[in-house]
């Protein structure tokens, strides 16, 4: 057994090493949102319900609301702040703003971050299967038609760069 | 959520002990619904015992032919196992039906066997339970109870457990491995949740010192005639009003066995094995899977809004046996 009482936790977050001393009951999303500033992520119901505070966890999606940060030490973590190279956006950003996949945007960076975990499963091909697999991610303004399209025009983009 | 103290797992026996020498302390792995139940103050573990790094996370066969599934692999990674899906692709189909991708990543199958029910009074610490708070009442009983059990049922609780996935396993006879202060042992899936009784404060015959290794499933995968229906409000990401898990032995048009349990009607996934044994030998006909759907469903007893399931889960009971029989037509 191992005691921490210090709990001081190292995370790459983005592909930079971040360390940071907190206490054992804050959650993934709090420690990114007020440790380390990067507020994308979203805090909707705080219960796992909604997906709006979706990140990738060594390329998984989960909700980071019901992860406590202190059990993450060590991980890879993606935010929605990490999936643009520079200014040039991921075809999946790309892909939400051709197909005006949203309204208000509260529930984007969840969307976006669970489409590109969706597509590391791999496991949806069709309309019908993304919106099963899309079910973890509320849009109170309803965008969902504009979402899947979006995401199936994101999947043709990053299949055919991954063929060329 | 109330402070607490944490510790990281560094074997199956360092956990056990810890469990052992600290009765306010809760293991924690995938998560989902422990840190749910503490930020709502209805769970308050003054310490949490991390086992996510123990290594229990691994799926493989056993020496009868069965196949373990390691107590910390996630929903999703044995759902989506190359074997369970070929195997028992029942358990499969059950575990997709429920929860979303993100809590699927997360959740492990040690945590989906002791999840804790989704009645809202038990949430709500506002409101008398029985189960958060022994003596209390029940508020569901006389309350809004279209989510609730219509089986099983006792005067101090009405709870359904929420799981799909142990509904299946329920049906696989899935056994479960533990291990504790005293030692390892065996619980067959069927005796492993409880009936709410007078203590449905307490879910599981799990003892308070023992943690879950593995679940062993038998052989026997019904990967022919299978089917997991699910009921709900809406079609994805929501409990199950009443589910079934079906799977069927046949020999030509003839049932050589059959395995039928219930979910979202009763405090543990529901199997009767008696009114199953009516279908052996017997032709797979509508005509039959009814008379088994009325035998499962005679003690049945509604509290207002849930009275509906009754009906519900006989018509559920015929169709999942149906699917199950025609799957070779349908392929």
Redesign the interface.
Known sequence: ????PE?RITLRVNGAEKQMNI???T?LLDALRDYLDLTGTKKGC???QC?AC?VLVNG????SC???A??KDGADVTTIEGLADGETLDPMQQAFIDNDAFQCGYCTPGQIC?AR??IN?G?ATTADEI???????ICRCGAYPNIVAAIQQAMQTIERSAKA | MNSFSYTRAGDVAGAVNEAATNRAAKFIAGGTNLIDLMKENVARPTRLIDITRLPLNRIENTHDGGLRLGALVTNADTAYNEQVEKRYPLLSRAILSGASPQLRNMATNGGNLLQRTRCYYFYDTATPCNKREPGAGCSAIEGFNRMHAVLGTSDKCIAVHPSDMCVALAALEAVVRVSGKSGDRTIPLADFHRLPGSTPDIDTNLGEDEIITAIDLPPKGFADHYAYLKVRDRKSYAFALVSVAAALETSGDTIKEARLVLGGVAHKPWRNTEAEALLNGKAATRVNFQVVAEAIMRDAKGFGHNTFKIELAKRAIVRALKHAAQMETRR
Do not use: C, Q, V, Y
């Open positions: 057994m191992k005691n921490e709990n206490a054992p009951w959650t705080d219960h796992g997906g979706t998984k999606r989960i909700n019901l992860t406590l202190i059990m669970s975990g969706l499963e496991r919106r099963e697999l899309m079910s973890g991610n």
